[in-house]
T-cell receptor, first 113, second 118 residues
């Protein structure tokens, strides 16, 4: 049973526009959420996180929104740049982020110049 | 500061064999976690070690095992390989012990070992 779902395997956007990556979860015990970015032949790198006590967290061009009632989170990248082209993983953890991470399957973002 | 290193980077084995993968964490990091990445299942947590003790384990069969040494280096072993074990195996290290809130923000991944089982 996939507890963290990224239903879009791929997304293509134009440079300068907004990229919106979505993630849904089913486990109501999850209370800490993270996004990772992964380039080919490299390991994932931490991008941004959000605790369930918040509904938004911003870091430069990256903003994560959390809708607890819908069990949905999204990552907004504004403006998108070609260097943002990568696979993005959503992950969740319970107990304030101290329990093991559960990942989605990833969304491949392509930003076209 | 050197990053997380994993050896070997690529490995080809046949069904029934066993394999050992190695991970050297960032200097000073004492937490090491292992993950399996496959196209069908995405990234899945295997286990986590801290101070030579396994602190957490994912839902994998007993063929998957690991250990951590006193210098924090870690190895994972897969016995009786199956075709479905073909995957990218990722190791991550952290300076924070397991159970610390948001320790994943401080988790750094290695490039992975690509295992192919024929």
């Amino acid at each position: 049973d996939q507890q963290v779902k990224q239903n879009s395997p791929s997304l293509s956007v134009q440079e300068g526009r907004i990229s919106i990556l979505n993630c849904d979860y089913t486990n109501s015990m999850f209370d800490y959420f993270l996004w990772y970015k992964k380039y080919p032949a490299e390991g994932p790198t931490f991008l941004i996180s959000i605790s369930s006590i918040k509904d938004k967290n911003e870091d430069g061009r990256f903003t994560v929104f959390l809708n607890k009632s819908a069990k949905h989170l999204s990552l907004h990248i504004v403006p998108s740049q070609p260097g943002d082209s990568a696979v993005y993983f959503c992950a969740a953890s319970a107990q304030g982020g101290s329990e093991k991470l559960v990942f989605g399957k990833g969304t491949k973002l392509t930003v076209n110049p | 500061k050197a990053g997380v290193t994993q050896t070997p980077r690529y490995l080809i084995k046949t069904r029934g064999q066993q394999v050992t993968l190695s991970c050297s964490p960032i200097s000073g990091h004492r937490s090491v976690s292992w993950y399996q990445q496959t196209p069908g299942q995405g990234l899945q947590f295997l286990f986590e070690y801290f101070s030579e003790t396994q602190r957490n384990k994912g839902n994998f069969p007993g063929r998957f095992s690991g250990r951590q040494f006193s210098n924090s280096r870690s190895e994972m072993n897969v016995s009786t390989l199956e075709l479905g074990d073909s995957a990218l195996y990722l190791c991550a290290s952290s300076s924070l012990p397991p159970g610390r809130t948001s320790s994943y923000n401080e988790q750094f991944f290695g490039p992975g070992t690509r295992l192919t089982v024929l």
